[in-house]
């Protein structure tokens, strides 16, 4: 358990649903990133967040995604009318600033029927 | 853009010794990270180099030649729980801050180890 934590764990939607995930991070720590991943693939980057400041977001990222950190505490990732193609494992990650080690959460894994 | 490569897979047996490269183009570098991930688990930290040269942690160490562009993970005395997926990271600069940006992930590579 590194400390960062991620829910649901598990989602099943159906096609054209919106879904919306929570990740909360280590305490202290001012950066979460959020990422996802396929199998067989290394985890793919999709916006990250400093303190509440949304910093930078993926060029390949549709429309549909959108995140949000209040406050700079917890975040949200949230995918308006899912595709099968959105189907993935999401992961969280944060990290304290200049340092380069990220902890990641368990993920949540989304698929999409 | 971006980009990074490494071995897909990689097989070797217990106590021997095996490295992953990884060669990479960024617009902007800050540092290489290491990561390890097993079947099911999420990526758990192993190494960063934001300076050329080599790192030791335990049986494992990093290393970063800035100038070329590469790094490799180094994994000495192999145990069977070893056997995982690992991924270098490149961490870029982010613009509108000019400081330590994002990373962005390799595809992996798969090691086995066999008894």
């Known amino acids: 358990d590194t400390g960062v934590s991620q829910n649901p764990r598990h989602k099943i939607t159906k096609r054209g649903q919106n879904v919306t995930f929570r990740c909360d991070p280590i305490?202290?720590?001012?950066?979460l990133y959020w990422y996802r991943q396929t199998l067989g693939q290394g985890p793919e980057f999709l916006t990250y967040?400093?303190?509440?400041?949304?910093?930078?977001k993926s060029r390949l990222l549709s429309d549909r995604f959108s995140a949000e950190r209040p406050k700079g505490s917890f975040s949200t990732l949230e995918i308006q009318r899912t595709e099968q193609g959105d189907s993935a494992m999401y992961l969280c990650?944060?990290?304290?600033?200049?340092?380069?080690?990220?902890?990641f959460g368990p993920g949540t894994r989304l698929t999409v029927l | 853009g971006q980009s990074l490569e490494q071995p897909s897979e990689v097989t070797a047996v217990e106590g021997a010794i095996v490295q992953i490269n990884c060669t990479y183009q960024?617009?902007?570098?800050?540092?290489l990270s290491w990561y390890q991930q097993h079947d099911g688990g999420a990526p758990t930290f192993l190494s960063y180099?934001?300076?050329?040269g080599l790192e030791e942690t335990g049986r494992f160490s990093s290393f970063l030649s800035r100038s070329d562009s590469y790094g490799y993970l180094l994994l000495q005395e192999l145990q069977m729980k070893d056997s995982a997926s690992y991924f270098c990271?490149?961490?870029?600069?982010?613009?509108?801050?000019?400081?330590?940006?994002?990373?962005?992930f390799g595809a992996g590579t798969q090691v086995v180890v066999t008894p």
């Open positions: 990650a944060s990290s304290l600033g200049a340092l380069g080690e990220q902890f």
């Open positions: 305490s202290e720590h001012n950066r």
């Open positions: 967040f400093q303190n509440e400041a949304q910093l930078e």
């Open positions: 960024t617009s902007g570098f800050y540092g």
């Open positions: 180099n934001a300076l050329d």
């Open positions: 990271a490149v961490r870029d600069r982010q613009v509108t801050t000019d400081s330590w940006g994002k990373f962005q």
